[in-house]
């Protein structure tokens, strides 16, 4: 690896499949979890010996982490041989109704440092409606306790939903000291239950909920350092900022994707592991080759949701591709049209470009793929 390790470990199982969720979650089978634990410790050694770290991030994500019984959870860590860094971030999602003092005691003592708590509501009608197993005194007693426990704690909210009071969970929020908010707006995936009982999406009252939550928790200290996240200063999630600077990280587990370094032609690639019943039968990674041009691009339309924006002055050092003198005229006039500032070959978003972020991009793309600056409207 180029740089210190990162690393994603996927645990699928979950105690309730919520209808807006399109992530690769299934219940506890028979049997599942032992089978699980096992092939990851396979995985996990095969893995170390080609990248031994150590790490200066771990993220466990899901499904439900939080979900696992505790000699589960004992095995999972034990099935890791990597070293922490000193000062190193381990992440691990959790629902509320699997938290109580003696669980958060566990996870201290198996090094997790940070929670990410899928509260989405303190409202019981919305919770409801989302199909969450716990109700509001169930979210606000997991945050006291975790808290309490002494972890850095991130809450995630869906906003925007046609009966929830937005503010009124943004307040809630704000108010509990937490030192991360993830914010999203419901996205309703094909193929989910909400999809197939025909629910849209409200992107006017969307967009009036990001502005309010940009309002609101910045008041409360918590800055919106990317599109969908607030964080009081030194409170970001730096395992997600290696996605967001689309770096490089390892991955484990059933629907897991990394992004490892590449060499010659290619600056990187992408292994996407099979789901579970694939995963288990031993079924490797799809591979698939990122070149210089489409890492370039895929750095720009992820950097960008950044509020520090991209340095393509440092990507054309990864790169090695001259992409400054075909961006900067597009980059130009979309900084008079109020979309971005232009800070020497750093591009910076503005709060303009937020709701409006893809066509940006694709503005930018253009200029990478073209010989010439694409003409026509601004968006």
């Known amino acids: 690896m180029r740089e210190a390790l990162s690393l994603y470990v996927h645990v699928p199982f979950c105690p309730t499949l919520c209808p807006y969720c399109d992530f690769h979650v299934v219940r506890r089978g028979a049997g599942w979890v032992e089978a699980y634990l096992k092939r990851l410790k396979e995985e996990a050694q095969r893995l170390y010996e080609a990248y031994p770290g150590p790490l200066k991030t771990l993220y466990l994500g899901g499904g439900t982490p939080s979900f696992l019984r505790d000699r589960e959870l004992v095995a999972l860590f034990g099935a890791l041989p990597w070293r922490l860094e000193q000062g190193a971030e381990v992440t691990l999602e959790a629902n509320p109704g699997t938290l109580n ?156 994707a990394g992004q490892y370094p590449g060499t010659g032609p290619v600056y990187a690639f992408r292994r996407t592991h099979p789901p579970l019943p694939r995963w288990l039968a031993g079924e490797p990674p799809q591979e698939e080759a990122i070149p210089p041009l489409e890492h370039a691009k895929e750095s720009l339309m992820l950097g960008l949701r950044l509020r520090e924006g991209v340095d393509v002055g440092a990507l054309e050092r990864r790169t090695g591709l001259s992409l400054w003198p075909r961006l900067r005229p597009v980059a130009g006039t979309l900084a008079e049209a109020g979309f971005l500032e232009v800070k020497g070959p750093r591009l910076i978003p503005t709060r303009k470009a937020f709701p409006l972020l893809h066509q940006v991009v694709l503005k930018l793309w253009g200029a990478l793929e073209a010989s010439q600056s694409p003409k026509g409207d601004i968006l």
């Not at 006291?144 to 426990?149: F, M, N, Q, T």
């Not at 809450?155 to 925007?160: E, P, Q, S, T, V």
């Not at 030192?179 to 909400?194: D, I, M």
């Not at 969307?206 to 009081?232: C, D, I, K, T």
């Open 101 to 256: 003092r003696e669980r958060l005691a566990l996870l201290k003592g198996l090094g997790v440092n940070r929670l990410s708590l899928g509260v989405q509501s303190f409202q019981d009608r919305v919770l409801r409606f989302l199909g969450r197993a716990h109700g509001r005194k169930g979210a606000l007693k997991a945050v006291e306790l975790a808290l309490e426990g002494g972890f850095r704690v991130s809450l995630d909210l869906i906003l925007g939903l046609p009966m929830q009071e937005v503010e009124q969970d943004l307040a809630e929020a704000a108010s509990l000291g937490v030192g991360h908010v993830s914010a999203y707006t419901l996205q309703v995936e094909k193929g989910t239950p909400f999809a197939l009982l025909g629910l849209k999406e409200d992107p006017e009252r969307e967009g009036w909920a990001m502005e309010r939550a940009e309002e609101v928790l910045g008041e409360a200290g918590l800055l919106r350092y990317e599109v969908s996240n607030f964080a009081r200063p030194g409170e970001e999630a730096r395992h997600n900022l290696v996605y967001w600077r689309n770096g490089f990280w390892l991955a484990l587990g059933p629907s897991a």
